[in-house]
Structure formats: C-alpha cells, structure tokens
C-alpha cells in the first residue's frame, strides 16, 4: 500500500493553481524535515578514487551486499517503475552508505520532492539553469543539509558552477574532465565528480588536486 509521501509525490507532474502550489511546497517543506536522517559521503583521502553506481531498480539487499566496492548509490527516477519510497527503504536495507538522486531536477518543487524522499544528494544540470536558479535551487540543498551535484557539459557550464556559493559537487562530463581545468586554482578543496572511464588518465599529483573521485558505473537492467 503507497504511503503519504508517494501519494503526494505522485503529484509532482500536475499542473497547480497559485494556491494549491503553494500548499503543495508547504507539505512538502514539512516532509523534508521528517526525512530519514542525512549521510555524509565518505572521503577516502585525497587521491584516493571513490566508486558510485547508479541504479533503476527496486531496493535489493542482496545487490547492495554484492557491491562492497561501492560507498555510494544513485538512484535515476525518470521511468515509470521508479517509486519515491525506494530511498527511504534503501536507507533501511543498507544502514551506512549514502543514496543520491541522478535525475536533473527543474525548481525548488522536485529539489523538496528528493528530500522527502530521503536522499542525500540531488543534481542539477548546468546547462538547464541560469546561474541565478543554480544559486537558489542549490541554498534549498544547504537549508535542509543535503549538497548538491551541478553536472557540466562544457567549460562555460564549469566557470558558472564554480562560481555558485554553497555545498557543491562539481560533475564533469567527457568534455570537460580534462587534467589542464583540474589544475586550476579554484579546483582546489573542491568535491568533483568524474565520469566512468577517467581513472586511468590522472596521475598521482592530478589526483591529489580533488576530494573526490567517483566512478559513474551503469547498473545493468533487470
């Protein structure tokens, strides 16, 4: 039987008056302080790689013991089997590991939405967003304690995502995860994000220039 918070979710998609949009933030607002308890994301050390999948099915002990490999899980919840309850029961079934949301999100609705559901880190698309809604869809992270992941497609995406002021993860896509931007000044103490596949091409001192270095593994369908 669907809970309260994935009848209200399931509402996201609705078109709202004036009035019931803002009753409908408000509920979710509240939500959001009831949400499972926040976990930080390990750092292992500088230099240190850092593995994270993503995932599309259902919550699975099973699968969350057969990868002790990775110290952190991103659900994608764009298709219609997707159900938001899926981080409250993954924090159940896995009690130390951190679960962040993969979907890029549109405004502050879908930001509260992901943490009523418990997850502790959401993403946004650089390139979906002026660097003003990038400021304010990032503080509604940092007021409830959940950091932020702005993915970047081109250099002109990375120069405004680093210029955004709160708990940020910078993502960098193939085009731009390039070891000449990591070396810049402004890089250094920031948590970056790199794709699948990068690992091989950093050296020791590259690497030593980041907090974090995740690889983004595909889970396979079921």
Not at 12 to 41: C, F, G, V, W
Not at 196 to 217: C, D, F, P, S
Request: proline residues 7%; glycine residues 4%.
């Amino acid at each position: 039987m669907k809970d309260f918070l994935d009848v209200l979710l399931e509402q996201m998609d609705q078109p709202r008056s004036a009035h019931d949009e803002a009753i409908y933030l408000n509920r979710l607002k509240s939500l959001a302080t009831t949400a499972p308890p926040q976990r930080k994301i390990p750092s292992r050390g500088s230099g240190v790689p850092l593995r994270a999948t993503t995932l599309k099915t259902a919550p699975d002990s099973r699968l969350f013991q057969s990868r002790p490999d990775v110290e952190l899980f991103f659900y994608e919840l764009k298709d219609e089997q997707a159900e938001p309850r899926w981080f409250r029961q993954a924090k159940d079934l896995d009690p130390l590991r951190a679960f962040g949301r993969w979907d890029p999100l549109p405004g502050e609705a879908q930001v509260l939405e992901t943490i009523a559901m418990g997850a502790d880190l959401y993403s946004l698309k650089v390139q979906d967003h002026d660097t003003a809604t990038l400021q304010y869809l990032a503080e509604v992270g940092v007021d409830y304690g959940v950091p932020v992941l702005l993915r970047c497609t081109s250099e002109e995406e990375l120069a405004r995502a680093l210029f955004v002021e709160a708990d940020t993860w910078i993502g960098l896509e193939a085009a731009v995860a390039v070891p000449e931007l990591l070396e810049l000044p402004i890089f250094e103490n920031r948590q970056v994000l790199l794709p699948y596949g990068n690992a091989e091409e950093w050296t020791r001192h590259q690497l030593k220039q980041l907090i974090l270095h995740i690889e983004i593994i595909e889970e396979p369908q079921r």
